[in-house]
């Protein structure tokens, strides 16, 4: 089960940085939870909900929202990302100068960003000139809903440096849901973007009423496309294989 970070950040009030808040504090940890609406720190502070975004599920205690970004950075040194992808670089340039030094910065966001082309990973790096040992990235097929219902679920953390990716691991790990770890960002993020293009291109077939034979197509050929990309961007085709891709 779980191990303590001690305490946390979660910048990002969203549905998937309020599950995985969740789950930090399910597995031990006390979570600073940013939120960019007051009306969102209110409710998670006072009724322990975030109705906006997860109905029905009850946070833990252990989670406290604030829209103050330097009071949610104060003294972290983990920190979850959980803005969306086209927004991250412009939030981190508000926000490096509250990191601390050393702190492992975890990107939660599925996407490159446009214009730059650049993986998750890299935008952290080139916004705060953290060593990218610093940088993990959390991807997999994961629904925040389901997660924070605690339906059973796993998931992949990878960074460069073991040791930050094993506390990672460790701290988000419940009865619940099972992170396995990796040193393979360029496969963990490739996969997490490219899977939801095939994802989307399947919902489509499925929405004009195609069956089961046009999807397998789409997935199989899908798979092999991302696994192409993939490999020439430098990734390991067993991550895209695994549960950040397939």
């Given amino acids: 089960m779980g191990g303590s970070l001690g305490t946390a950040a979660v ?20 979570v600073r939870l940013w939120a960019r609406r007051p009306e969102v720190e209110h409710e998670v502070n006072t009724a322990h909900t975030n109705s906006r975004y997860l109905k029905g599920i009850t946070l833990p205690s252990a989670v406290r929202a604030t829209t103050d970004p330097a009071v949610a950075l104060d003294g972290v040194t983990t920190v979850l990302l959980g803005v969306p ?10 926000w490096r100068d509250h990191l601390a030094a050393g702190a492992t910065l975890v990107s939660l966001a599925k996407g490159i960003e446009l214009g730059s082309l650049m993986r998750m990973s890299q935008v952290i790096v080139a916004v705060t000139g953290v060593h990218s040992g ?3 990235v959390v991807s997999g097929p994961n629904l925040a ?3 924070a219902d605690e339906q059973p679920a796993a998931t992949v953390v990878a960074c460069s440096d073991s040791g930050r990716a094993v506390a990672l691991q460790r701290a988000l790990s419940t009865g619940y849901l099972r992170p396995y770890t990796n040193s393979d960002l360029a496969g963990t993020e490739i996969g997490g973007a490219c899977k939801n293009v095939i994802a989307l291109a399947c919902g489509m077939a499925a929405g004009v009423g195609l069956g089961e034979n046009t999807a397998a197509a789409i997935i199989t050929r899908g798979l092999a496309e991302i696994m192409r990309l993939g490999i020439a961007l430098g990734a390991k085709p067993a991550t895209l294989a695994g549960l950040a891709g397939v």
């Fill in 145 to 147: 809903a389901e997660i």
């Fill in 85 to 94: 992808s086209q927004t991250l670089r412009t939030n981190l340039e508000a």
């Fill in 134 to 136: 610093q940088v993990a």
């Fill in 11 to 30: 910048m990002g009030a969203g549905a998937w940085g309020t599950a995985l808040a969740k789950v930090l504090a399910d597995a031990g940890n006390d």
